[in-house]
């Protein structure tokens, strides 16, 4: 069984520049989801997807982008970086259907923006 | 608003005691509640949940206890061992999404 897989690991940006942050869902899971982590905090969720349409927003501006691919696998998009979204981006994937199922995450992508 | 509280930064524990580790909510609409363990440098690794119609949940050595009119919850890790040491989040969810709502979390250090 593959787990989540975040490409990349780390990554330094340049306030207004753009990013691209990848992320693989474990086999077998339809959904996945996007979660902030400032420096001491908790992840803060960002949004998620399922069936490749956005399915839940957390307090992030549309500058935050996403999208899920029929593979399952999920792209967020960052425009115009600002220093406060330096920040560990956690991807996370489970498999929605009538019962609850924990979510499992990836080791993240460290982004730095200077 | 914080609705999902770790009021305890850091815990100190010997090896072979008993951890205990805290957590506080506000919304009583949370259907679910996890405790994920996160080791620096990786992401948080799913450990044990608990329905809010349950009280109690034990996997190994490690038990959850739901108090839903205190709205609390903690989790119970017996015999703590150093490999148990880092950083414990205690996360709730709720409604149509199932979005995990975390707490700030506490670094859990088991001495030898």
């Known amino acids: 069984e593959t787990g989540v897989t975040q490409s990349p690991t780390h990554l330094i940006k340049t306030r207004g520049q753009q990013v691209t942050l990848r992320c693989s869902s474990q086999?077998?899971?339809?959904?996945v989801s996007w979660y902030q982590q400032a420096l001491g905090q908790g992840p803060q969720f960002i949004f998620q997807y399922y069936r490749e349409e956005e399915n839940g927003r957390g307090n992030f501006p549309p500058r935050f982008s996403g999208l899920q691919f029929p593979n399952y696998s999920s792209e967020l998009n960052v425009n115009a970086l600002e220093l406060d979204d330096s920040a560990l981006y956690l991807c996370?994937?489970?498999?929605?259907?009538?019962?609850?199922?924990?979510?499992?995450f990836g080791n993240g992508t460290r982004l730095t923006v200077t | 608003d914080q609705q999902v509280k770790q009021n305890s930064p850091s815990l100190s524990v010997q090896e072979g005691r008993i951890s205990i580790l805290n957590c506080d909510y506000t919304?009583?609409?949370?259907?679910?509640f996890l405790w994920y363990k996160k080791y620096p440098a990786e992401g948080p690794t799913f450990l044990i949940s608990i329905s809010s119609i349950k009280d109690k949940n034990e996997d190994g050595r490690f038990t959850v206890f739901l108090n839903k009119s205190a709205k609390h919850l903690s989790l119970h890790i017996v015999p703590s061992q150093p490999g148990d040491s880092a950083v414990y989040f205690c996360?709730?969810?709720?409604?149509?999404?199932?979005?995990?709502?975390f707490g700030t979390g506490t670094l859990l250090a088991v001495q030898p």
């Open positions: 086999s077998g899971h339809n959904t």
């Open positions: 996370a994937s489970s498999f929605r259907d009538r019962s609850f199922s924990p979510l499992h």
């Open positions: 996360a709730a969810a709720g409604g149509a999404t199932n979005k995990l709502i």
């Open positions: 919304n009583s609409m949370f259907d679910y």
